[in-house]
């Protein structure tokens, strides 16, 4: 059965309605409406699909801002934890008119994804299921590799998806990505984490206690959304394990990287990250561009985003050899 793609639209009798498709890699999409709110956009086609992204039935909800042509690669974006899709809507405006053809992705758990299970299983789920939303996105964008962009654990995430599967990426740029634990974390939490996770895995942590450097931001979700409900401690443990990997992980990129960092914020350990990138010896350049007036999730803040979007244009300017209208 072929798909055919139609601009976002609610049916008249107000409920949702969905068409399956079945692509070249076997991977079922179904489009479906989106909320009302994201109607505002003139030249941008607005679509939604679910795209499944396990043998359980678990789907995550995936949105494109479309262009009528694009002279530049997909861009898809990574969010942060305790965030939606939804958050986005500026900044995928901001690179739509620029010309970008943009998507994002509820993380399973979080907005509209992943109902069946309704929390974050694994660290590694989230890096898998990245992979099925780049593969659907190659396959609708001519087999153009993508240009990911990852804030905060989402940064993380691009770190060990660039890892995996390399051939995957075209360029990535991480947001203020989660790198270290900060100062933050003692010892004798660390421990209490990694123990209480091996005897109750599956207990969440209560928001209070959720360490700093996983920052759960966000806002309440929408009626159709579901409430993300924090994180389990097998998940937290798995978050550490991947921050003592990172420089492995980084070393092993096989694709240009660019990582905006905040400066004078408490929480973001700054002085890790240079550390960090001060002993990698990979064969592809990371550019670390400090920037200050900016939070740890500044793509979802209106004016800390046209900051950081000021320091994004050059690098992909000159990662895609063609000029960006500003």
């Not at 899709?85 to 943009?102: S, T």
């Not at 989230?126 to 153009?144: E, H, T």
């Not at 990371?286 to 690098?315: A, F, H, K, M």
């Amino acid at each position: 059965m072929m798909e055919t793609e139609k601009p976002e639209e609610l049916p008249a009798d107000g409920q949702e309605t969905m068409s399956l498709g079945r692509d070249s890699h076997g991977l079922v999409d179904g489009q479906i409406p989106a909320s009302p709110e994201d109607e505002d956009d003139r030249d941008t086609q607005n679509l939604v699909f679910t795209v499944p992204v396990d043998h359980s039935g678990t789907s995550v909800y995936l949105k494109g801002w479309l262009q009528p042509e694009s002279p530049f690669p997909p861009l898809v974006l990574v969010h942060d934890l305790g965030e939606n899709v939804r958050m986005y809507k500026n900044f995928a405006k901001e690179l739509g008119d620029k010309g970008f053809h943009v998507y994002g992705f509820d993380l399973r758990g979080h907005g509209r994804s992943g109902r069946l299970l309704g929390y974050v299983p694994h660290f590694e789920s989230l890096v898998d299921d990245l992979l099925q939303v780049v593969a659907w996105i190659r396959y609708k964008s001519n087999r153009q590799l993508p240009i990911i962009v990852g804030q905060g654990v989402g940064g993380l995430i691009t770190i060990f998806f660039h890892k995996k599967y390399p051939e995957y990426v075209r360029q990535c740029v991480l947001v203020a990505p989660v790198i270290s634990e900060g100062d933050t974390m003692s010892p004798f939490y660390r421990t209490f984490i990694r123990t209480m996770a091996e005897i109750a895995p599956r207990m969440r942590l209560p928001r209070a206690i959720v360490p700093q450097f996983l920052s759960l931001g966000g806002t309440e979700p929408s009626k159709k959304q579901q409430k993300f409900q924090g994180i389990t401690l097998n998940f937290a443990k798995e978050v550490m394990n991947a921050i003592g990997e990172v420089p492995q992980a980084i070393t092993a990129f096989n694709s240009p990287g660019m990582i905006i960092a905040p400066q004078q914020v408490g929480r973001y350990d700054l002085k890790a990250l240079k550390e960090m990138l001060s002993g990698l010896e990979s064969e592809y350049d990371i550019s670390l561009v400090e920037v200050s007036n900016i939070g740890t999730q500044p793509l979802t803040t209106q004016e800390e985003l046209l900051v950081v979007l000021d320091s994004i244009y050059p690098w992909l300017e000159e990662q895609l050899g063609t000029s960006i209208e500003r």
